[in-house]
């Protein structure tokens, strides 16, 4: 499945910015999706993610704040971020896991996606 990410940009301190991710190839329902960020001299870090059953999961810093959701028509799942702060400042990634397990558990570990879209960059400003 080939990951398409958008919705990047410049934002100010408690702005809101929405992430698209759009996929193409394979049966896109059948896929646990989710979202990771990395800053700048950083690792990778789960931010979000959704089961094809719809459960949804959230590190835990952001919970209250960002909302995963999926559209399996469009073959699209979204992040909404709400009251964004400076230390959101990363590149977004989003990513897709095939396991039969993805229909209940929303993995957190970056080795359990298969596949990944190539990152849009979001920067929060003061």
């Known amino acids: 499945v080939q990951l398409q990410a958008s919705g990047g940009g410049l934002v100010q301190s408690g702005g809101s910015l929405r992430l698209s991710c759009a996929a193409s190839g394979r049966t896109f329902s059948n896929y646990g999706m989710g979202w990771f960020r990395q800053a700048p001299g950083k690792e990778r870090e789960f931010v979000a993610g959704v089961s094809t059953a719809g459960l949804t999961d959230y590190a835990d810093i952001l919970k209250g704040r960002f909302t995963i959701s999926r559209d399996n028509a469009k073959k699209t799942v979204y992040l909404e971020m709400n009251s964004l702060k400076n230390e959101d400042t990363a590149v977004y990634y989003c990513?897709?896991?095939?396991?039969?397990?993805?229909?209940?558990?929303?993995?957190?570990?970056?080795?359990?996606?298969?596949?990944w879209g190539q990152g849009t960059l979001v920067t929060v400003s003061s």
């Open positions: 990513a897709a896991r095939g396991s039969p397990t993805a229909y209940l558990v929303v993995s957190k570990a970056v080795s359990e996606y298969d596949y």
